[in-house]
Structures are given as structure tokens and as C-alpha cells.
């Protein structure tokens, strides 16, 4: 099976550490995982700010980049739920019958990073350590729109060492919803806020994710409230072994405005 990464640009702009424990943690599963260098990102961010038809040639340089491959692994709900949801409507809407057929027959084989690992390898127990009390906080696009269920959860469950703790009102959005954190900061503090509460509440070390756009705007408010709590994406805690342990300052902070 060929098998390739999608990072995200907001990961490879901000979190490159999230796709390096994505290829850390696939091929420690027996995954030889490709890095196809033509990818870019997937659109959405023109798409959900009303320039639908500007994203059309991201969406075109999508299937010609990823549709060789047997799965495209992706670590984010969100560009995950993009490319399921959006692309053939976008496809539809320039009257792209070809386009709209490709990524129809792409689409199926994008897999965000949990349902990959649970669904398609079939495998929950992935040999991580991480012996740190953990929260989840699941997204909203991967809650509501890719439906990814308890996928994260089983697999955290599974990690040796792992405290892991209940969120209070884990399915509330944490208010960054893109460009909804700047068209609407006061409500976005407001609910990111109300989130941050919830996490400190949990007396968790870490605030884990499958989203780095969401643990990005609740670690600085974490930060601000100087919580104390580190935020890191599931890749990163599935990573994690006894012989590479994570520790806190490893890799990129993703507490923002600290």
C-alpha cells in the first residue's frame, strides 16, 4: 500500500513536529510513508472566507498530487473534512465534470490520522508511552463533520503510562473556527475561555488534539491564564516511546503569545 502524507500548511508553516510524528508513528507500524513535495494546501481557508472559486486549482493540485497513492494520511480533521466535503462541490461548481470525478474517487482513500491508524491498519495498541495526565479535547470538524467518534480516545487508552481524564463539556467548539477567531474575537475569547476553564478543571499537564488550529487558540489562552498546561497533537503522544520519551519544552511551543 502506498501511503502518503499530507501535512497541512498550517502544520508545516507553524508544527512541523505534528507530520514528523506522523511518519515516526505510521512507519513504526510497519507504514513506508511518502512526502510528496508538489502538496499544498488543500483550500479551505478560501473556501470558508467566499472565495470558492479561487480554491479550485488547490483543489486541482490536490488530485494530481495525492490520487497515485492507495491512502493520503492527514493529521487534521479539519483539512481532512475539506477535502471529503468540499472538494466535489467546489468540482460542481465550475462545471468540472472530470474534476468532480477524480476527487470523488480520491476522497474515500483521504483518511484522517485516527481513522487510518484504527480503521484501516487496524490497530489501537501503537506501542506509545506517555506517562502524563491527559485531557482530549475533540474538534469540531472531526467531531461534526468526519465523525471520527471515539477513534483518538481508543487509541489514547491504549498508551502505556497515560492518566487519562474526562474534559468537561469536551464537545463545546473552542472558538477559534478559523477566520472566525478574527472576524469575532470577543465571542472566540469568550468561548475559548470557557474551554480553558474546562481543561484547567481537569488538573491535566497536557491538552491533547487532532487539530493544531484549535490547540493553537486554546494554549494561548492557557498560556495567558499561565495554567501551566501544555498543549500537543495526538501524533505527538502517539510518538512517544520509552527510548524517545516526550518532555515538556520538546519540540515546537504550541502555546502561542506566551
Known sequence: MRVALFATCFNDTMWPSTPKAVVTLLERLGCAVEFPRAQTCCGQMFTNTGYATESVPLVRSFVETFTPYDAVVVPSGSCTGSVREQHAALARRVGDAGLERAVSELAPRVHEL???????????????????????????????????????????????????????????????????????????????????RHVRETGAEVLVAGDNSCLAHVGGLLSRHRAGVRTLHLAEVLAATEDAPWRPGDGVDHEVGS
Open 114 to 196: 485516527s481513522e487510518f491508524v484504527v480503521d484501516v491498519l487496524g490497530v489501537t495498541e501503537v506501542g506509545a508511552y506517555f506517562p502524563h495526565r491527559v485531557t482530549y479535547h475533540p474538534t469540531c470538524h472531526s467531531l461534526r463533520m468526519i465523525r471520527v467518534g471515539d477513534r483518538p480516545l481508543r487509541l489514547l487508552r491504549a498508551v502505556r503510562g497515560i492518566d487519562l481524564v474526562s474534559l468537561p463539556a469536551a464537545e463545546e467548539c473552542c472558538g477559534f473556527g478559523g477566520t472566525f477567531v478574527m472576524k469575532n474575537p470577543d465571542v472566540s475569547v469568550a468561548m475559548g475561555s470557557d474551554k480553558a
